[in-house]
Nanobody, 127 residues
């Protein structure tokens, strides 16, 4: 059974930074893609970033390019999202997710690709 647990959310002022963590247990993730998504109340869930566990290849949504950085520590089975220059528009619940490297017909930014999800951590950015 795969378990994903996010942490690191909180309340920050615009321009501040947060570092989110996602601890993964239950399987070997070397062949997986790890992603971050976010969802604001009443809005759809949107892709933020993803990393290929073994190759360190990264990909970002346009809205966060240059501000967010996704990384991983294979030894700790943990993926991180460093968020800098935060804006009120970044306010959302942030979820980490895991998927096999095989797309199964879905693109890397499509949440239907991901079969395992964490419980989410809240990020609130005040102006």
């Amino acid at each position: 059974q795969v378990q994903l647990v996010e942490s690191g959310g909180g309340l920050v002022q615009a321009g501040g930074s947060l570092r989110l963590s996602c601890a993964a247990t239950g399987r070997t993730f070397e062949s997986y893609i790890m992603g971050w998504f976010r969802q604001a109340p009443g809005k759809e869930r949107n892709f933020v970033a993803r990393i290929k566990w073994s190759s360190d290849s990264t990909y970002y949504a346009d809205a966060v390019k240059g501000r967010f950085t996704i990384s991983r520590d294979n030894a700790k089975n943990t993926v991180y999202l460093q968020m800098n220059s935060l804006e009120p528009e970044d306010t959302a619940s942030y979820y980490c997710a895991a998927a096999p490297a095989d797309s199964g017909g879905y693109m890397t930014y499509d949440d239907r690709r991901y079969g395992y999800w964490g419980q989410g951590t809240q990020v609130t950015v005040s102006s």
